[in-house]
Structure formats: C-alpha cells, structure tokens
DNA sequence: AATTAATAAATGAATATTCATTAAAGGAGA
DNA sequence: TCTCCTTTAATGAATATTCATTTATTAATT
C-alpha cells in the first residue's frame, strides 16, 4: 500500500487543548462540538476523524491527561534508601503538577467526579498509576510505613494534597510552601511506623 | 391581599428528587428539563415556577444538599472534654451521611468539581460548614491538636473521608469498618499534640 | 492516479425557555 | 350556602436556537 496523507497531529492537540480549557471554563453541559471547533479553528466534521464521537473524545482526554500527570509525577525519579525522602519526592512531584497545569487538573477531577467516569475507565487510570503505587508498596515492604492498603494509602496521602489544590487553584485561598511542609509533616507522623 | 393559592411543595420536592437521579445518573451534558420534568411528572413549565432557570436549579439544589448534610452530621451532637471523642464523632458522622444519601453525596461533589460552583456559592456552602469547623477550633484551643489553619485540618481530615467514600460509593472497592477505624486512627496520630 | 485529510453545509433531533390557557382555591357579598 | 371574582399554580404546545453527527465535496500528498 502506498503511503497516504498523514493526520495532522497539531490539528488533533489544537482540539484537546481547546476541548480541555472551554469544558474547565463552561462545564460538560456548557461545550459543545461546534464551540470547541470554532476555538480550535477547525471544523466540526474534523473532529469526529480524530474521535469516534464527543463522550469517546472526553476519555481519551482524561486518560491520556492522566498518563501525563504520572509521567510528570515520575520523571528522573529514582528511589533510594531515604523512603521519606522518596515520599516527600511523590509528594511533591504530585503539588507541582497541580501547579504547573491547572487546567489538566481541573479536568482530571471534573471528568473523575462525573458519571462520564465509567468502570473500565477509571480501572484504565488506575493502572497507569501502579508505578507510583509500587513504589509505596516498596516502603511497606521495608517496615518504614505502617502496612495498609493502597486504596487507604492512596487516601490518606494524596487526597489532601488534591483538596489543597483545589482551594489554591480556586483562588479563595493561596497555599503556601510552609502550609505544605506542615501537611506533609503530618501525614507523615501518622505514617511512619514507631 | 386575598390568600392565594398555595405552592405544592411534594411538587417540587419531586423535581429535586429527580434531579438529582437523573444528574448521578446521566451528568451534567446528560441531562434535560424535559427530561427531569418527565421523571417528576409534571410540566417542564412548572419547574421555572419553582426555579429561576436551569443553574439557579442547580445551584439552589447543591446549597440545599450541603446543608442537610451540616444538619445531619450536627444532629444530637453535644461536644464533651473528650476532644479525640467528638473528632472521632465528626468522623462517623460524615461517613454515615456518605452511606446513607449516596446521591446526595455523589451530586455535591459532582456540582463542586465542575464549574458551576462559582465563588459566591462555594462561599455559601462555606459559611454552613461554620459550626463544624468551631467544634474543631475548640479543640485547638484546648491545645488537643495541632495549631493548624482551617483549611488544612479540612484537607488533612475529611479530605481522605470523601475519597474512601468515592471508592465505597463507586462500587470499586468496599470500605469495611476496620478501614474506617484505621483511617482515623493515622489521621489522629498525626493531628494529636505530642 | 490513488488515497485520505479536511471541510462547509446540511440534517433531524433535542435544547432551554416562553406563552396562552386552564384549574384551583379562597374571600366578598348576598 | 351559593355565586362571582381575583389570584396564581400548573400545564401543553410552540418558539427559536443549538446540538451531535453525516454527507458530499475539495485539497493535499505520495
């Protein structure tokens, strides 16, 4: 077969970035396809090449901002010996992310917090944090943290840090480095093992 | 001024109910007066008697729900000396809430992620969290905990709740009571002046 | 020439909201 | 008690608009 003319990937992340920014602005009920084609300058009919319909559009969306947030979150990491040192790392690799890109977390929880979340997908984006998880598991392995479930670790560590988030990118309050250090310090006491 | 005739609040409380069903349901995209209208058997006019338009719907639906969640958790609730005993009663109290009103549950934390919740709002909602959040100041000052900000003891503590009954809620994992009591027994340990 | 990306335009269904009308409830007057 | 009158709750139908998606066509690339 020959070769045939290529997808325009540019054109494809012109409609995800759009999709993301005007959906974090107006809501799922808000947006439309046309809306996020007129910002993407592209037409309506080009985004069903690159999506099979708009709900199919949304989970690609969130799974593959999902799979940025671990790569960012796991980038040149290395763990050693130190495992608070390793967890203070996760920590707040994980707050710089939030920092960093608003918007992709602001969907993320929007998406994550809708019935548009479905079972196999949310069982997608579990998955793609099972390095981060291992990691963890590695620390309970070596008696530095009490021994709990992922689900309860996962809990206790990141939903904080996710609600802190939260409050910061709304703007109604700011959270400073020092808030963080104390949150970290104290999950950490209620961690660790005596 | 002649008595009128009077609103038909079972009326009105059949749209709320629906509502909300049909959002956990559906989502926000998902979702259509017609549609509510139809579940509450009643005339899509009938709703813009009862609300101003659509997000005032919404809106008034959310404040109403975080309220009797704060009415729920506050019910019967005298605080005592015993600071670790009224905490841990907070604790429950939101669990049980999360168990028992699932779609309450599942709605204010849909309508919170999304950007409905506009600051004025989330300000309301804010302000009906007062007397829970005096409980928790006492307890400061009685010096049983750390001097923390509100905003963090809020993120340190319900923060890891709500996500554990997203899991339970989800149908995902189950969240057993010797979960329960270990959560809070870690979060504890490390709010608790040494 | 073959293949397919990209689009403008079109489609029918669904949308939020309004409007004209009816139903119900109680007060005033007899 | 009966009859009218006022007021407003309630509604079905209609409105203009917007929606997601498809189709027919053009443009670009090999």
Redesign the interface.
């Known amino acids: 077969m020959v070769d045939m003319r290529s997808l325009d990937l540019d054109k494809r992340d012109a409609v995800c970035k759009s999709a993301v920014r005007l959906i974090?602005?107006?809501?799922?009920?808000?947006v439309s396809i046309a809306k996020i084609a007129k910002d993407a300058h592209v037409s309506p009919a080009t985004i069903y090449i690159y999506f099979e319909n708009k709900e199919d559009m949304l989970k690609q969306l969130y799974l593959q901002l999902k799979q940025d947030m671990v790569d960012f979150i796991l980038k040149d990491f290395k763990p050693g010996q130190d495992h608070k040192a390793n967890f203070k790392h996760l920590f707040y690799q994980h707050w710089f992310f939030f920092y960093q890109y608003p918007d992709s977390f602001a969907f993320i929880?929007?998406f994550?917090?809708?019935?548009?979340l479905t079972?196999s997908c949310?069982?997608m984006g579990f998955r793609f944090y099972q390095p981060i998880m291992a990691i963890i598991h590695g620390a309970q392995q070596a008696g530095a943290v009490?021994p709990?479930?992922q689900?309860?670790y996962?809990?206790?560590v990141?939903?904080?840090?996710?609600?802190?988030a939260?409050?910061h990118a709304?703007?109604?309050?700011s959270?400073q480095p020092q808030?963080l250090e104390?949150?970290f310090e104290?999950?950490?006491?209620?961690?660790k093992t005596d």
């Open positions: 974090n602005q107006l809501g799922f009920d808000g929880e929007q994550a917090n809708s019935p548009l079972c949310a069982e009490k709990i479930s689900a309860l996962n809990a206790l990141f939903a904080p840090l996710l609600q802190l939260k409050l709304s703007g109604r309050q959270i808030d104390q949150v104290i999950i950490w006491a209620g961690l």
